[in-house]
């Protein structure tokens, strides 16, 4: 597995927004019966999840993270060296979805913008990304992360449906001498690509013949035992490497931040790596599986005062679509609260004025 | 392998009266046999068995009988399944 080391990183601020709408039990009761959304409910662990109406884009959740986290970083945005986004959910197959947010967000046009298409584990390579532009010398670097995987998903799909929310995140960063050294391990098995794929809307099926509303391969497919599989596989040595390449022991990690691809996968690997629940913090009960965005959404849901108050050396573990997986071992805060947004279904100002340009 | 204590597994599992899963048994065709009880059955293999079974190799298991040989490593089954 690819491991480094980066010294002097610190985060500036982490933000986070999510769509104000919502399903739940509720509504997964009229699609699949009240009885067999209580059993999914209870075999998930996700209670309800945010999810995107039409017209609200990954990069809309992350652009109003992303305006909330130079605020209370206090940056000015001419001050940020590079914007990275990833995400899934990109707005357009080109351009590029974090050139219209370097416009979005002010940032100046010396800024480098780029995106990483990645899923589950994206968060660790954004991270990692990041912290290895900074040691090459760049001051700032704002990281956007998030997926509006609701939009890929078929209503009736029990599979994928009633797991996935959506969420956009901004993770601010910065060169800071003084700060302890970040450690990454990364992996990737594309062996797996068949088991949590959309297989229609880009080229290995021609553009031409894409009606994803029409047709089930252009549908994200989960094949849940074969992803399961994957993560008892390769977790928990990931989760070691991660330990060993920061020469960390379990007692020193405050929180193993995981991503919440599902409760029962989650609690099993916890029993199995002999990790507290206390050190797991969740966030799917009331989000979902949020794919790249879930590790900095659970930050700001489940451990918010303490970034705030004190420096907590934090695992983070993204596994998933791929496959792909990475561990970050990382020291966050003390830090601007970290905050959660909410955002109406309606389109902002920003992506009505963003679309006018296009 | 203790064939009777794998079957009362089954059963606790799939949420069956206490001695319903016969080593006989279909394992796909299993009242409450879905893809949240495969995941079941894959976390209750590695957490008692400490194995963790390919999904795959599981599908090409006819009774709960195969299903057995393979968690307790069996070739035959396993080269069957692959």
Same mark, same amino acid.
């Given at each position: 597995?690819?491991?480094?080391?980066?010294?002097?990183?610190?985060?500036?601020?982490?933000?986070?927004?999510?769509?104000?709408?919502?399903?739940?039990?509720?509504?997964?009761?009229?699609?699949?019966?009240?009885?067999?959304?209580?059993?999914?409910?209870?075999?998930?662990?996700?209670?309800?999840?945010?999810?995107?109406?039409?017209?609200?884009?990954?990069?809309?959740?992350?652009?109003?993270?992303?305006?909330?986290?130079?605020?209370?970083?206090?940056?000015?945005?001419?001050?940020?060296?590079?914007?990275?986004?990833?995400?899934?959910?990109?707005?357009?197959?080109?351009?590029?979805?974090?050139?219209?947010?370097?416009?979005?967000?002010?940032?100046?046009?010396?800024?480098?913008?780029?995106?990483?298409?990645?899923?589950?584990?994206?968060?660790?390579?954004?991270?990692?990304?990041?912290?290895?532009?900074?040691?090459?010398?760049?001051?700032?670097?704002?990281?956007?992360?998030?997926?509006?995987?609701?939009?890929?998903?078929?209503?009736?799909?029990?599979?994928?449906?009633?797991?996935?929310?959506?969420?956009?995140?901004?993770?601010?960063?910065?060169?800071?001498?003084?700060?302890?050294?970040?450690?990454?391990?990364?992996?990737?098995?594309?062996?797996?690509?068949?088991?949590?794929?959309?297989?229609?809307?880009?080229?290995?099926?021609?553009?031409?013949?894409?009606?994803?509303?029409?047709?089930?391969?252009?549908?994200?497919?989960?094949?849940?035992?074969?992803?399961?599989?994957?993560?008892?596989?390769?977790?928990?040595?990931?989760?070691?490497?991660?330990?060993?390449?920061?020469?960390?022991?379990?007692?020193?990690?405050?929180?193993?931040?995981?991503?919440?691809?599902?409760?029962?996968?989650?609690?099993?690997?916890?029993?199995?790596?002999?990790?507290?629940?206390?050190?797991?913090?969740?966030?799917?009960?009331?989000?979902?599986?949020?794919?790249?965005?879930?590790?900095?959404?659970?930050?700001?849901?489940?451990?918010?005062?303490?970034?705030?108050?004190?420096?907590?050396?934090?695992?983070?573990?993204?596994?998933?679509?791929?496959?792909?997986?990475?561990?970050?071992?990382?020291?966050?805060?003390?830090?601007?609260?970290?905050?959660?947004?909410?955002?109406?279904?309606?389109?902002?100002?920003?992506?009505?004025?963003?679309?006018?340009?296009? | 392998?203790?064939?009777?204590? @794998?079957?009362?597994?089954?059963?606790?599992?799939? %949420?069956?009266?206490?001695? +319903?899963?016969? *080593?006989?048994?279909? =394992?796909?065709?299993?009242?409450?046999?879905?893809?949240?009880? @495969?995941?079941?059955?894959?976390?209750?293999?590695? %957490?008692?068995?400490?194995? +963790?079974?390919? *999904?795959?190799?599981? =599908?090409?298991?006819?009774?709960?009988?195969?299903?057995?040989?393979?968690?307790?490593?069996?070739?035959?089954?396993?080269?069957?399944?692959?």
């Amino acid at each position: 597995m690819a491991a480094t080391t980066v010294p002097g990183i610190r985060c500036a601020a982490l933000a986070c927004a999510v769509p104000s709408a919502t399903e739940g039990a509720e509504t997964d009761g009229v699609l699949y019966g009240v009885e067999a959304a209580g059993k999914l409910s209870a075999a998930t662990g996700v209670r309800s999840r945010h999810v995107a109406a039409a017209g609200l884009c990954t990069s809309d959740l992350c652009c109003a993270a992303g305006k909330r986290a130079l605020q209370q970083a206090e940056w000015d945005p001419a001050s940020v060296d590079a914007l990275i986004f990833v995400s899934q959910t990109p707005d357009y197959l080109l351009p590029a979805t974090s050139c219209t947010l370097q416009a979005r967000l002010g940032l100046s046009t010396s800024c480098a913008a780029f995106d990483v298409n990645l899923g589950c584990s994206g968060y660790t390579y954004g991270l990692w990304l990041a912290s290895t532009l900074l040691g090459s010398g760049l001051s700032r670097v704002a990281l956007l992360v998030g997926d509006t995987v609701s939009q890929i998903t078929g209503r009736e799909d029990r599979s994928t449906r009633p797991l996935f929310g959506d969420a956009g995140t901004a993770t601010l960063l910065e060169r800071a001498p003084e700060a302890p050294p970040w450690s990454f391990v990364l992996g990737t098995d594309g062996s797996g690509r068949d088991h949590l794929i959309v297989r229609r809307g880009l080229f290995r099926d021609s553009p031409l013949n894409a009606q994803p509303e029409l047709n089930a391969e252009g549908r994200l497919f989960m094949n849940g035992a074969e992803i399961f599989a994957f993560t008892l596989r390769e977790v928990p040595p990931l989760v070691e490497a991660g330990l060993r390449s920061a020469n960390w022991s379990r007692d020193d990690v405050d929180a193993v931040v995981m991503h919440q691809a599902n409760e029962f996968m989650l609690k099993h690997l916890a029993k199995r790596m002999k990790l507290p629940a206390e050190k797991q913090p969740l966030s799917l009960g009331d989000y979902g599986n949020t794919s790249s965005a879930s590790i900095p959404l659970t930050i700001a849901a489940q451990l918010a005062d303490r970034c705030a108050a004190e420096s907590l050396k934090l695992l983070l573990v993204g596994f998933g679509v791929g496959y792909s997986w990475g561990v970050a071992a990382v020291e966050f805060g003390p830090l601007p609260r970290p905050e959660i947004l909410s955002l109406d279904a309606e389109p902002t100002v920003a992506s009505l004025m963003e679309r006018r340009a296009c | 392998m203790d064939l009777a204590k @794998f079957c009362l597994q089954m059963d606790e599992l799939f %949420e069956l009266d206490e001695g +319903t899963t016969q *080593p006989t048994d279909e =394992l796909q065709q299993i009242s409450g046999w879905s893809s949240l009880t @495969f995941m079941g059955l894959i976390a209750l293999v590695d %957490e008692e068995y400490g194995v +963790t079974l390919a *999904p795959n190799a599981v =599908l090409n298991c006819v009774s709960i009988a195969d299903l057995a040989r393979l968690t307790a490593g069996d070739s035959q089954t396993l080269r069957r399944a692959a």
